[in-house]
């Protein structure tokens, strides 16, 4: 039960931090979801660092549970990336859509990759 109210107490937070990053006021404008895209990005960069914590440290189940599944899974906006991708095509912006597709999964790669070599 303690393994719940961890991954829930972390997803709360998370979720309140990627729905504050939503309330950024870009000093431009563009149709391209660059707020999402920063938003996984930091996530796959911190469950990186988080990874290498836990080997590092011994970090307890508890923690890894609250890090991990709880506030990784709640700041991290898979879902929304499916979602502005498919609205992109939809809209006949092919190319800004395989983009940012690339751009995220590169990114994405690339901040696990430094978040566990940062770490």
Do not use: D, H
Request: overall charge positive; hydrophobic content about 50%; charged content about 10%.
């Amino acid at each position: 039960m303690i393994q719940c109210f961890m991954v829930a107490l972390g997803g709360g937070i998370g979720a309140i931090f990627r729905y504050l990053l939503t309330k950024i006021q870009l000093p431009f404008e563009t149709t391209f979801p660059i707020i999402t895209l920063f938003t996984n990005f930091a996530g796959a960069f911190l469950i990186g660092i988080i990874v290498s914590a836990t080997a590092k440290y011994a970090l307890s189940e508890k923690t890894v549970l609250f890090l991990k599944t709880g506030l990784c899974g709640g700041f991290t906006t898979f879902s929304t990336f499916s979602l502005e991708s498919i609205t992109l095509i939809e809209q006949k912006n092919n190319g800004m859509a395989y983009c940012y597709i690339i751009c995220s999964i590169v990114f994405c790669m690339i901040g696990v990759w430094l978040g566990k070599k940062i770490f």
